[in-house]
Every structure is written in C-alpha cells, then in structure tokens.
C-alpha cells in the first residue's frame, strides 16, 4: 500500500511538456476597412472561428502596427516575425496587402510545485527556429494557390465574398493537417526526394509518357512517381514542388494499400489481353464499372507564359507507380476519356511498376547488405531541389519519424541559418551533447548536413569520416574541401 502511495506521488512531481502548438492563423488586408468603425472588414479569414469579434480586430490592429513600425527602419523588408515570451508570431504578404499571420505557442515545461500550489510553467522561447515555422506559413499560401489561384484571382472574380468563402472552405481543412512539432529543415528546403534510376528504366519511363501523350492529345503536364518519389515530371520546378508535397504528404497516405493485393481484395488484377492490369483512379472516379460513377477530378493552377493556367489534375496508380497527367480545366471529362485512359495506362503502368521494382532490388543486391551507417545525413541540392535523408524514417502531414533527437535536429537548423546569411560556401563542425558530432558543409548551390556518432572522435577524424561520405554516397558529386 506504501509503495503505491510513494508511486503516485512520484509520478505527480514529473514535469510535463508541452511541443509548440498554433494558437491563430488570420488573413488580411488593411485596405479593406480604412475607416474607424470598419476595422472588421479588413479580417477574411480568422481561425479559431470562435474568438470574440473585438479580440480579432485587436489582433489583426497588433500585426498591422507592428509591421507599419518595423517599415520605419527598412521599408523594402518588414517584420517576419515578432519573439514573445508565449509565443511567436510570423507574418508574411504573399500578394499586395494581403497579409498572413500565424501565430505558434513556445514549446513549454510544467513544473509542479510542493504544497498544492499551482504548476510553474517555464516557456522555451528559442526552441522555435524562425526559417523553420516561416517556411510553413510560405508553404500554407503555395498549397491554398495550388488549388485556388491567388488571392486576387478570387476577387476579380467575386470580390471579397468569393475570397472569404475559399479561404474558409480551403483553410478550415488545411490548418487541420498542420502538426507543427514535427516541422523541421526538411520545410524549410521543401525539396523533392528523387527515385534513383538506371539509364535504361529512365528511357521507358520517358517512352510510357511519350507515347501517352500522343495517344491522349488532351494532356499537357504528366509528373511519373515511383514510391512517392519522383522520376519525371513536365512541370515547372515551384508548381511541382508544392505538387509533390501535396501527393506525398495527404494525397498518396489516403489511399496507402499493399504493393500486391491478395485474393479477396477489390484490387484483384483484372487481365487486358495478356497484360495484368492493376491500375487505378486515385481522383475522380472510384470505380469506373459504377453506372453512378462521377468524372470530377480537382482542379490546379500551375505557371502558365500569361500567369497562371487551371487543369484538371488526374492521379492514376499502379502497384507503387503513379502518373499524374493535367488537362486543361476549360476541356469536360467524360466517361469514355476515363476508360480510354484507363485501357491504355493500366497495363503498361503495371508493367513498369513490376520493371521498376525488380531493378530496384537487383541494385540493392548489387550493393551489398546494409549495415546501420555510424552516420546520418540530410542533402539538398537548391538548383533541381533533390532532397536526400537517412534521418527521416518517415514523414508525412501527420508523422514525422526521425531517427535522432529533436536537440540535433536544432543545431541543424542553426547550422542552415548560418549558411542562409552568407552566400560563400562553408563548412561548421560542432560537439554537440555527449556523444554526437554535428557536420554542415555547403558548397555550389548544394547543402549537406551529418550527424556523427563517435564519442571518442577528434576534429581530424569527424573531417575525414565526412570525406569518405562525400566519396560514397556522393561520389559524381563535387563539395568543395
């Protein structure tokens, strides 16, 4: 009885933390309630929804006069974002006037106190790294444009009541998906992690996309993934970039399935000739045998010569293949384009999933079992966007699994902002807690970022163990020594 007694009291004294948390998002213009009493007006979006009136316009007015203030010391760059003991704030205009404004909760301690009186409660404020939570907000305006267009788009088209109803509808399900504790430099990069080819696969894969192009002349864009990696795409680097983060991140963990289905599933392969055929819709249509099916794929805008263009984005896969191919929002998708489509992809997309994969595994037969690396990196190449990280067992909108602790995914970070403010290339070492040192090297555009498990290491060692990184996995690589 006494033992459990002294448990209970034990586990009360433990100190509780708390990761960084949104506590509002908001949206504004300033110019559309110029006038004392109209204050309300220059707010479109608001979350939480459920604020008092007043409060919002108090906090929308904060934002306004801190940015005004901050324009007094340098005009051409306001303020980004505003430190509080709390919290933190971050602003950005992605369009004239149009203002985005997310404001996050530092990550906090609870301490209990003795004698029944209420926990202390101590706020970490330079856990959140700026670059980090900045790049979000960036990324939340690429995402809403994606699908929507910009915001001025909406309002040439409706005014403000068209744009406050979109920025509802999109925001209220997107801020949804937001977890921010597992935000770190992979945001900040937001690169796109490349499946590696040989020669002869890649020139198949080119082919497929070729010859369905000229096939169904309607497609203007294809993008091929493999393993929610990318092989080939048509688009412009910045709309496939937010592309593929939205496949990767939302549309592709929704319809996760096993790589071959078994006997009983729906999945079952229906056979084409003599051409297994495991294809799928994952837009639009369900089933393309439903009598009731409907031929509604979402729309995108992407870069277009004169602005921007809108196409119907269509997502079909087979086994762990995918091909996205776009068409112009302005033609009507019918039933028969769906199933020529799916005649023509299906097989042949099957087949090169079955291509693809085999490759992949004599590859890694070839190379030799691995074994777990004294080493973790994450690479970034600025000129194609490649992203490459052994430290991210998985990351999705939800999941962020990583393989070391959230204290050297800081220094990372600090390491990133280092390079950010100066354009020569670089090299930082650091010892960071007891057994780990921490590598950051950029050079010609391209960034890598190690972490070294050695505790008895020196300087030299660290240097060299890096060295023979560099040589293996980055060997038709130049960095700079």
Same mark, same amino acid.
């Given at each position: 009885?006494?033992?459990?007694?002294?448990?209970?009291?034990?586990?009360?004294?433990?100190?509780?933390?708390?990761?960084p948390?949104?506590?509002?998002?908001?949206?504004?213009?300033?110019?559309?309630?110029?006038?004392?009493?109209?204050?309300?007006?220059?707010?479109?979006?608001?979350?939480?929804?459920?604020?008092?009136?007043?409060?919002?316009?108090?906090?929308?007015?904060?934002?306004?006069?801190?940015?005004?203030?901050?324009r007094?010391?340098?005009?051409?760059?306001?303020?980004?974002?505003? #430190? &509080?003991?709390?919290?933190?704030?971050?602003?950005?205009?992605?369009?004239?006037?149009?203002?985005?404004?997310?404001?996050?909760?530092?990550?906090?301690?609870?301490?209990?106190?003795? /004698?029944?009186?209420?926990? &202390?409660?101590?706020?970490?404020e330079?856990?959140?790294?700026?670059?980090?939570?900045?790049?979000? @907000?960036?990324?939340?305006?690429?995402?809403?444009?994606?699908?929507?267009g910009?915001?001025?788009?909406?309002?040439?088209?409706?005014?403000?009541?068209?744009?406050?109803? =979109?920025?509802?509808?999109?925001?209220?399900?997107?801020?949804?998906?937001?977890?921010?504790?597992?935000? /770190?430099?992979?945001?900040?990069?937001?690169?796109?992690?490349?499946?590696?080819?040989? =020669?002869?696969?890649?020139?198949?894969?080119?082919?497929?996309?070729?010859?369905?192009?000229?096939?169904?002349?309607?497609?203007?864009? &294809?993008?091929?993934?493999?393993?929610?990696?990318?092989?080939?795409?048509?688009?412009?680097?910045?709309?496939?970039?937010?592309?593929?983060?939205?496949?990767?991140?939302?549309?592709?963990?929704?319809?996760?399935?096993?790589?071959?289905?078994?006997?009983?599933?729906?999945?079952?392969?229906?056979?084409?000739?003599?051409?297994? #055929?495991y294809?799928?819709?994952?837009?639009?249509?369900?089933?393309?045998?439903?009598?009731?099916?409907?031929?509604?794929?979402?729309?995108?805008?992407?870069?277009?010569?004169?602005?921007?263009?809108?196409?119907?984005?269509?997502?079909?896969?087979?086994?762990?293949?995918?091909?996205?191919?776009?068409?112009?929002?302005s033609?009507?998708?019918?039933?028969?384009?769906?199933?020529?489509?799916?005649?023509?992809?299906?097989?042949?997309? &099957?087949?090169?999933?079955?291509?693809?994969?085999?490759?992949?595994?004599?590859?890694?037969?070839?190379?030799?079992?691995?074994k777990?690396?004294?080493?973790?990196?994450?690479?970034?190449?600025?000129?194609?966007?490649?992203e490459?990280?052994?430290?991210?067992?998985?990351?999705?909108?939800?999941?962020?699994?990583?393989?070391?602790?959230p204290?050297?995914?800081?220094?990372?970070?600090d390491?990133?902002?280092?390079?950010?403010?100066?354009?020569e290339?670089?090299?930082?070492? @650091?010892?960071?807690?007891?057994?780990?040192?921490?590598?950051?090297k950029?050079?010609?555009?391209?960034?890598?970022?190690?972490?070294?498990?050695?505790?008895?290491?020196?300087?030299?060692?660290?240097?060299?163990?890096?060295?023979?990184?560099?040589?293996?996995?980055?060997?038709?690589?130049?960095?700079?020594?």
């Amino acid at each position: 009885m006494c033992s459990a007694t002294s448990y209970k009291m034990a586990s009360a004294m433990q100190e509780k933390q708390y990761t960084p948390s949104l506590l509002s998002f908001f949206i504004y213009n300033p110019t559309f309630g110029p006038r004392e009493g109209e204050e309300e007006k220059k707010i479109l979006f608001y979350h939480p929804s459920d604020i008092e009136k007043n409060e919002k316009i108090r906090n929308v007015g904060l934002c306004e006069a801190i940015v005004q203030f901050t324009r007094t010391f340098c005009p051409t760059k306001p303020a980004k974002s505003l #430190h &509080t003991q709390k919290n933190r704030q971050f602003f950005f205009e992605p369009e004239d006037n149009f203002w985005i404004v997310m404001v996050v909760r530092n990550p906090m301690i609870e301490k209990p106190n003795k /004698d029944g009186k209420p926990p &202390t409660i101590e706020y970490q404020e330079e856990e959140i790294l700026d670059t980090v939570y900045g790049a979000v @907000v960036r990324q939340c305006y690429s995402m809403y444009k994606l699908f929507n267009g910009t915001f001025g788009r909406a309002m040439e088209a409706g005014g403000v009541e068209l744009l406050t109803q =979109k920025l509802e509808k999109f925001f209220y399900r997107y801020l949804q998906t937001l977890h921010l504790q597992s935000c /770190d430099l992979l945001d900040v990069f937001g690169g796109i992690s490349f499946f590696p080819l040989d =020669k002869m696969t890649y020139l198949k894969i080119q082919s497929f996309v070729n010859r369905v192009e000229e096939s169904l002349s309607l497609i203007k864009y &294809t993008a091929f993934l493999y393993n929610d990696q990318l092989i080939w795409s048509g688009l412009e680097q910045d709309d496939m970039r937010i592309l593929y983060k939205y496949l990767t991140t939302s549309l592709f963990p929704r319809h996760s399935e096993p790589e071959l289905a078994g006997r009983d599933s729906p999945l079952r392969p229906e056979v084409a000739g003599n051409l297994l #055929h495991y294809g799928r819709f994952l837009t639009g249509p369900t089933n393309l045998k439903d009598p009731e099916a409907k031929f509604r794929f979402p729309k995108i805008f992407v870069t277009a010569e004169d602005g921007y263009e809108e196409l119907h984005l269509i997502v079909y896969k087979a086994m762990s293949a995918a091909a996205c191919f776009m068409i112009s929002a302005s033609v009507e998708l019918t039933r028969d384009f769906c199933e020529q489509l799916d005649g023509l992809v299906g097989p042949q997309l &099957t087949l090169l999933a079955s291509d693809i994969c085999e490759q992949f595994t004599i590859n890694r037969r070839i190379s030799g079992p691995e074994k777990e690396p004294q080493f973790k990196f994450i690479y970034f190449n600025h000129m194609n966007l490649a992203e490459k990280s052994t430290i991210h067992m998985r990351k999705t909108a939800s999941v962020c699994l990583t393989s070391v602790h959230p204290d050297l995914m800081k220094i990372l970070g600090d390491i990133n902002c280092d390079f950010a403010r100066v354009d020569e290339d670089e090299e930082i070492i @650091v010892k960071a807690m007891t057994d780990y040192w921490v590598v950051g090297k950029k050079s010609d555009q391209r960034e890598l970022y190690v972490i070294l498990n050695q505790k008895n290491a020196n300087l030299i060692e660290v240097n060299e163990e890096v060295k023979r990184l560099c040589a293996t996995q980055f060997n038709n690589i130049f960095f700079l020594d």
